[in-house]
């Protein structure tokens, strides 16, 4: 490889902010005790926000965006890892306050890593990225809570993006009768059914002001989606149910009630990726290697290149993607 290596670096100015696709050198990154030839990156919804500014997710400029990535160890100070080991980045603030994974080169804290699990490819790590791994996160949770298949149906909000399709596949795959809700049943109701959903609902039957409590339907649930959404699945959960929140997709808000809480038991089990200690995240990662069916993966994942991050960016927040999308950026 040359020493200058390719990058898109969001800038700020006076309009909001600019992207720019540059060639840049390990000066222009910041510190860090491993640095990685990266292979491959992803669009999460976040990234979205990151590259069209629509939400202040970049805090330092400029900026390289994309909250993960896998590649290989170039060289490292760091005592857990050396030049040639495969490695994987999901979180600590990378693609937010440190430099993240669209570029072919980054410098990050080897804390931030981990190990390549066994039975992926790079690019396999990042049809699964943040997205896959917070599914995942959110599957665990629910078996942290009791909810095992026989305990009845469980719905997955948001089915057909990136956390839904994992969640879908990962639930499908170990015996849930998993419900997909979806805005998209006329176009993805087949690739749902395909990752194993048993049902589909329309999601307009959970997006708009519902009542505090409502027919008991849910077991548990994943949910990407927030607001009036995850209001509608709390009231729908059954008594002494689970329900995983992660995202935002439809807003920030909660317009419940505690009644699900106080009449019923419900658990609500908030799931954030970014934080998350290191044993987790490898408790995750392994269980994703293993039981993830990797021709469901397929499936599910399509493959763009850098250039074309700032369009992918407009159509994930449009909820226009289907499943995971991963950026080869060589
Ligand atoms: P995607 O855009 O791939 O998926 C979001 C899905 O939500 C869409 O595909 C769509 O599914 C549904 N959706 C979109 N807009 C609306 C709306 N207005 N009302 C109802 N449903 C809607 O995003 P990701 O899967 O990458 O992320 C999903 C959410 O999870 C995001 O909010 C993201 O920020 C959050 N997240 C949080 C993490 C954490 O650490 N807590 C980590 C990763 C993600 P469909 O077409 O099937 O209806």
Not at 176 to 201: C, F, N, P, Q, W
Request: charged share 25%; hydrophobic share 40%.
């Amino acid at each position: 490889m040359s020493d200058t290596f390719r990058a898109l670096r969001v800038h700020k100015t006076d309009a909001g902010q600019e992207t720019r696709f540059e060639d840049l050198t390990a000066a222009d990154l910041m510190d860090g005790d491993v640095v990685v030839r990266v292979e491959f990156s992803t669009v999460n919804f976040k990234d979205g926000l990151a590259l069209t500014g629509r939400s202040p997710v970049v805090r330092v400029w400029p900026l390289i965006p994309g909250i993960d990535f896998a590649g290989e160890v170039e060289s490292s100070s760091h005592p857990e890892f050396k030049a040639g080991d495969k490695v994987v980045l999901n979180g600590w603030g990378v693609g937010e306050t440190h430099h993240g994974g669209y570029a072919q080169k980054a410098r990050v804290k080897g804390d931030w890593l981990v190990k390549l699990p066994a039975g992926l490819t790079t690019e396999q790590a990042m049809a699964i990225g943040t997205a896959g791994y917070t599914a995942m996160l959110c599957v665990m949770g629910l078996e942290k809570g009791g909810v095992t298949p026989d305990k009845g149906e469980v719905v997955v909000t948001g089915a057909a993006g990136g956390v839904g399709s994992v969640a879908v596949a990962l639930l499908a795959g170990l015996g849930y009768r998993v419900v997909a809700s979806t805005g998209r049943k006329d176009t993805e109701g087949d690739y749902l059914r395909g990752l194993g959903a048993a049902d589909l609902i329309d999601r307009n039957e959970l997006s708009g002001p519902g009542r505090p409590l409502a027919r008991e339907r849910w077991a548990g649930a994943v949910d990407a989606v927030g607001s009036h959404t995850l209001a509608n699945v709390l009231s729908q959960t059954r008594y002494g149910g689970v329900v995983t929140a992660c995202g935002l997709a439809q807003g920030m808000d909660l317009p419940a009630s505690v009644a699900p809480f106080i009449l019923r038991g419900v658990t609500l089990m908030g799931v954030d990726s970014v934080m998350r200690p290191k044993a987790d995240r490898a408790a995750a990662w392994g269980r994703l290697a293993r039981e993830l069916d990797l021709d469901k993966l397929d499936a599910m994942t399509s493959k763009a290149a850098l250039g074309d991050l700032p369009r992918l960016a407009g159509e994930i927040l449009d909820g226009k993607v289907r499943g995971r999308m991963v950026i080869d950026v060589n």
